[in-house]
């Protein structure tokens, strides 16, 4: 009996969790579902909508936010100091910021879709960006949280090699040009060894993206 992660067989909003447990050595299963199976499996999960995090004793914890950092403490990557804490937080809630922009975009018919996510990218977008730019700077392009890696690097990792692997319509892969930092730092954590043996693992599909040279 182990842990299950319910979710589409995409990197999403799962990815992070994933990475915990596989970085922290925690025998996990994916339960994959697609459009077709997901209705019939709906009303099984707290709120109706995955990822859920199943425990071995069946008991489900749903919203990614609160199953990140759940595994991010079992795995040892949720910094005990508060403080430190609270800046991996911090770094979760203004990348949260950035990629809730595009929300309203998904459902848009493509053309409308591509604009309008382009102008989000020239405005508020870019606004994000340059902050997310700004505190990975800050630390020197190290970890965002203290001297160790943290969820909230995950995070940032998985939403950059998301948003450039050319499978999200009107993002540009080449999204980083202008924010080397961010960009290096991407890199840098592809590179992590927990991380890169995921992906060695994982190779399909856009995941092909989350490796660290891509
Ligand atoms: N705030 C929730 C949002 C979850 C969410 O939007 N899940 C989507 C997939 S990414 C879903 O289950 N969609 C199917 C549905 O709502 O029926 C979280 O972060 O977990």
């Given at each position: 009996?182990?842990?299950?992660i319910h979710y589409?067989p995409?990197?999403?909003?799962?990815?992070v969790?994933?990475l915990?447990?596989?970085?922290g050595h925690?025998?996990?299963e994916?339960?994959?579902?697609?459009g077709?199976?997901?209705?019939e499996a709906?009303?099984?999960?707290p709120?109706?909508?995955?990822?859920?995090?199943?425990?071995p004793d069946?008991?489900?914890?749903?919203q990614?936010?609160?199953?990140?950092?759940?595994?991010a403490k079992?795995?040892?990557?949720?910094?005990?100091?508060?403080?430190?804490a609270?800046?991996?937080?911090?770094?979760v809630?203004?990348?949260n910021?950035f990629?809730?922009?595009?929300?309203?975009?998904?459902?848009l018919?493509?053309?409308?879709k591509v604009k309008?996510?382009?102008?989000?990218?020239a405005?508020?977008?870019?606004?994000?960006?340059?902050?997310?730019?700004?505190?990975?700077a800050?630390?020197g392009?190290?970890?965002?949280?203290?001297?160790?890696?943290?969820?909230?690097?995950l995070?940032l990792?998985?939403?950059f090699?998301?948003?450039?692997?050319?499978?999200?319509?009107?993002?540009?892969?080449?999204?980083l040009?202008?924010?080397?930092?961010l960009?290096a730092?991407r890199?840098k954590?592809?590179?992590?060894?927990?991380?890169k043996a995921?992906?060695d693992?994982n190779s399909?599909?856009?995941r092909?993206a989350f490796?660290?040279?891509?």
């Amino acid at each position: 009996m182990s842990y299950k992660i319910h979710y589409f067989p995409v990197p999403g909003r799962a990815e992070v969790s994933r990475l915990c447990l596989s970085i922290g050595h925690i025998p996990y299963e994916d339960v994959h579902y697609t459009g077709a199976t997901f209705p019939e499996a709906k009303p099984k999960f707290p709120f109706g909508q995955v990822p859920v995090l199943e425990f071995p004793d069946g008991k489900m914890l749903a919203q990614s936010g609160a199953i990140e950092r759940y595994t991010a403490k079992l795995a040892g990557l949720y910094p005990e100091d508060p403080l430190q804490a609270a800046f991996a937080d911090q770094a979760v809630f203004l990348l949260n910021d950035f990629n809730d922009l595009f929300t309203s975009t998904y459902n848009l018919p493509l053309e409308e879709k591509v604009k309008a996510r382009q102008e989000i990218l020239a405005g508020k977008g870019s606004e994000k960006l340059k902050m997310l730019e700004k505190l990975v700077a800050s630390v020197g392009g190290k970890y965002l949280a203290g001297d160790k890696l943290s969820y909230a690097d995950l995070a940032l990792f998985v939403s950059f090699s998301t948003m450039t692997s050319g499978q999200y319509d009107g993002i540009p892969k080449d999204l980083l040009k202008d924010y080397p930092t961010l960009k290096a730092f991407r890199n840098k954590i592809a590179s992590e060894p927990g991380v890169k043996a995921y992906y060695d693992r994982n190779s399909e599909g856009f995941r092909a993206a989350f490796k660290p040279d891509a």
